[in-house]
Protein backbone atom coordinates (compact mmCIF):
# COMPACT_ATOMS: atom_id res chain seq x y z
CA UNK A 1 0.00 0.00 0.00
CA UNK A 2 2.65 2.44 0.90
CA UNK A 3 4.74 1.53 -2.31
CA UNK A 4 1.54 2.55 -4.40
CA UNK A 5 1.31 5.84 -2.27
CA UNK A 6 5.11 6.96 -3.43
CA UNK A 7 4.80 6.09 -6.59
CA UNK A 8 1.64 8.15 -6.76
CA UNK A 9 3.83 11.05 -5.19
CA UNK A 10 6.04 10.47 -7.60
CA UNK A 11 3.73 10.65 -10.61
CA UNK A 12 2.00 14.00 -9.03
CA UNK A 13 5.63 15.44 -8.79
CA UNK A 14 6.42 14.68 -12.09
CA UNK A 15 3.43 15.93 -13.71
CA UNK A 16 3.61 19.60 -11.52
CA UNK A 17 6.81 19.70 -13.30
CA UNK A 18 5.64 19.52 -17.22
CA UNK A 19 3.99 22.59 -18.34
CA UNK A 20 0.40 23.05 -18.04
CA UNK A 21 -0.36 23.58 -21.65
CA UNK A 22 2.52 20.93 -23.02
CA UNK A 23 -0.04 17.71 -23.78
CA UNK A 24 0.48 15.04 -25.60
CA UNK A 25 -1.76 14.16 -28.69
CA UNK A 26 -1.74 11.16 -30.38
CA UNK A 27 -3.85 10.25 -33.24
CA UNK A 28 -4.43 6.12 -34.57
CA UNK A 29 -6.92 4.23 -36.26
CA UNK A 30 -9.82 2.33 -34.83
CA UNK A 31 -10.94 -1.35 -35.72
CA UNK A 32 -14.11 0.80 -37.63
CA UNK A 33 -11.33 2.48 -39.61
CA UNK A 34 -12.01 5.72 -37.25
CA UNK A 35 -9.23 7.98 -36.33
CA UNK A 36 -8.79 8.71 -32.97
CA UNK A 37 -7.42 11.76 -31.07
CA UNK A 38 -6.63 11.92 -27.73
CA UNK A 39 -4.06 12.23 -24.61
CA UNK A 40 -4.72 8.21 -23.76
CA UNK A 41 -4.15 5.62 -25.85
CA UNK A 42 -6.13 2.46 -25.57
CA UNK A 43 -3.43 -0.64 -25.12
CA UNK A 44 -4.95 -2.22 -27.92
CA UNK A 45 -3.69 0.68 -30.47
CA UNK A 46 -0.04 1.41 -28.77
CA UNK A 47 1.83 0.61 -31.40
CA UNK A 48 0.11 1.82 -34.37
CA UNK A 49 -0.60 5.31 -32.71
CA UNK A 50 1.50 8.39 -33.29
CA UNK A 51 2.09 11.15 -30.93
CA UNK A 52 2.83 14.64 -31.04
CA UNK A 53 3.66 17.09 -28.25
CA UNK A 54 1.27 19.68 -28.76
CA UNK A 55 3.62 22.49 -27.44
CA UNK A 56 5.25 22.37 -30.88
CA UNK A 57 2.27 24.30 -32.17
CA UNK A 58 1.98 27.24 -29.62
CA UNK A 59 2.73 30.56 -31.54
CA UNK A 60 4.85 32.71 -29.51
CA UNK A 61 4.04 36.05 -28.59
CA UNK A 62 6.37 37.88 -30.54
CA UNK A 63 5.21 36.35 -34.01
CA UNK A 64 1.90 36.53 -33.01
CA UNK A 65 2.39 40.38 -32.75
CA UNK A 66 4.93 40.62 -35.89
CA UNK A 67 1.61 38.66 -37.74
CA UNK A 68 -0.93 41.51 -36.52
CA UNK A 69 1.65 44.61 -37.80
CA UNK A 70 1.94 43.21 -41.31
CA UNK A 71 -2.26 42.71 -41.22
CA UNK A 72 -2.47 45.90 -40.11
CA UNK A 73 0.11 47.02 -42.71
CA UNK A 74 -2.09 45.20 -45.43
CA UNK A 75 -4.82 47.24 -44.85
CA UNK A 76 -3.10 50.45 -44.69
CA UNK A 77 -1.91 49.37 -48.25
CA UNK A 78 -5.56 48.41 -49.15
CA UNK A 79 -7.05 51.61 -48.26
CA UNK A 80 -8.77 50.33 -45.34
CA UNK A 81 -9.51 52.09 -41.96
CA UNK A 82 -7.08 50.87 -38.97
CA UNK A 83 -10.33 51.09 -36.71
CA UNK A 84 -11.14 47.49 -38.12
CA UNK A 85 -8.66 45.47 -36.21
CA UNK A 86 -9.73 42.53 -34.33
CA UNK A 87 -12.33 40.45 -34.28
CA UNK A 88 -14.83 42.36 -36.44
CA UNK A 89 -15.14 42.42 -39.57
CA UNK A 90 -14.71 45.26 -41.64
CA UNK A 91 -17.75 47.37 -42.78
CA UNK A 92 -19.18 46.00 -46.07
CA UNK A 93 -18.23 49.25 -47.91
CA UNK A 94 -14.62 48.06 -47.48
CA UNK A 95 -14.95 45.09 -48.57
CA UNK A 96 -12.49 43.89 -51.66
CA UNK A 97 -14.23 43.80 -54.75
CA UNK A 98 -15.92 40.36 -56.39
CA UNK A 99 -13.03 40.38 -58.86
CA UNK A 100 -10.52 40.10 -55.90
CA UNK A 101 -10.51 36.78 -54.08
CA UNK A 102 -8.23 35.79 -51.23
CA UNK A 103 -4.58 35.20 -52.95
CA UNK A 104 -4.28 30.78 -53.77
CA UNK A 105 -7.48 29.98 -54.50
CA UNK A 106 -8.25 28.63 -57.78
CA UNK A 107 -9.49 29.83 -59.89
CA UNK A 108 -7.33 32.96 -59.11
CA UNK A 109 -10.45 34.95 -60.91
CA UNK A 110 -14.11 35.42 -59.96
CA UNK A 111 -16.87 36.47 -62.80
CA UNK A 112 -18.94 39.49 -62.68
CA UNK A 113 -21.69 40.42 -65.37
CA UNK A 114 -19.00 41.52 -67.80
CA UNK A 115 -16.89 38.94 -68.13
CA UNK A 116 -16.89 37.51 -71.82
CA UNK A 117 -18.60 33.86 -72.10
CA UNK A 118 -15.47 32.32 -72.86
CA UNK A 119 -13.69 33.30 -69.93
CA UNK A 120 -16.86 32.57 -67.27
CA UNK A 121 -16.61 29.38 -69.38
CA UNK A 122 -12.93 28.76 -68.74
CA UNK A 123 -13.27 29.99 -64.90
CA UNK A 124 -16.41 27.77 -64.33
CA UNK A 125 -14.33 24.39 -65.48
CA UNK A 126 -11.65 25.32 -63.48
CA UNK A 127 -13.48 25.49 -60.55
CA UNK A 128 -15.09 22.44 -60.81
CA UNK A 129 -11.93 20.83 -61.26
CA UNK A 130 -10.75 22.22 -58.16
CA UNK A 131 -13.66 21.32 -56.10
CA UNK A 132 -13.85 17.55 -57.52
CA UNK A 133 -11.16 16.12 -55.10
CA UNK A 134 -13.55 17.83 -52.43
CA UNK A 135 -17.11 16.31 -53.50
CA UNK A 136 -18.32 13.16 -51.41
CA UNK A 137 -20.87 11.37 -51.53
CA UNK A 138 -23.04 13.43 -49.37
CA UNK A 139 -22.04 16.89 -50.73
CA UNK A 140 -18.84 18.80 -50.39
CA UNK A 141 -15.72 18.62 -47.49
CA UNK A 142 -15.75 22.34 -45.89
CA UNK A 143 -11.86 22.58 -46.64
CA UNK A 144 -12.92 22.74 -50.71
CA UNK A 145 -13.90 26.55 -49.91
CA UNK A 146 -10.95 27.23 -48.56
CA UNK A 147 -8.94 26.63 -51.85
CA UNK A 148 -11.52 26.76 -54.34
CA UNK A 149 -13.53 29.80 -55.36
CA UNK A 150 -17.36 29.25 -56.19
CA UNK A 151 -17.84 30.50 -59.81
CA UNK A 152 -21.46 29.91 -60.65
CA UNK A 153 -22.72 28.70 -63.94
CA UNK A 154 -22.46 30.46 -67.23
CA UNK A 155 -25.33 29.20 -68.96
CA UNK A 156 -28.05 31.82 -67.15
CA UNK A 157 -26.10 34.49 -69.24
CA UNK A 158 -24.46 32.97 -72.11
CA UNK A 159 -26.55 29.60 -72.85
CA UNK A 160 -25.84 25.98 -72.68
CA UNK A 161 -22.18 24.78 -74.03
CA UNK A 162 -22.38 24.16 -77.17
CA UNK A 163 -19.74 20.89 -77.98
Not at 71 to 92: M, V, Y
Request: aromatic share 6%.
Amino acid sequence: MTIALHGLAALYVLLLALPAHATMICRWVDDSGRTQLAEIVPDKYAQSARCTDSKQYDIAPERTQQAQERARKLREQAGLSSQSTGDTPPPASSAPPASAPPAGKRPARVVDQSTDCATWRRLYQESASCFAPYRTVGGTKAEAFEKCNVVPSPEPKCGPTIN
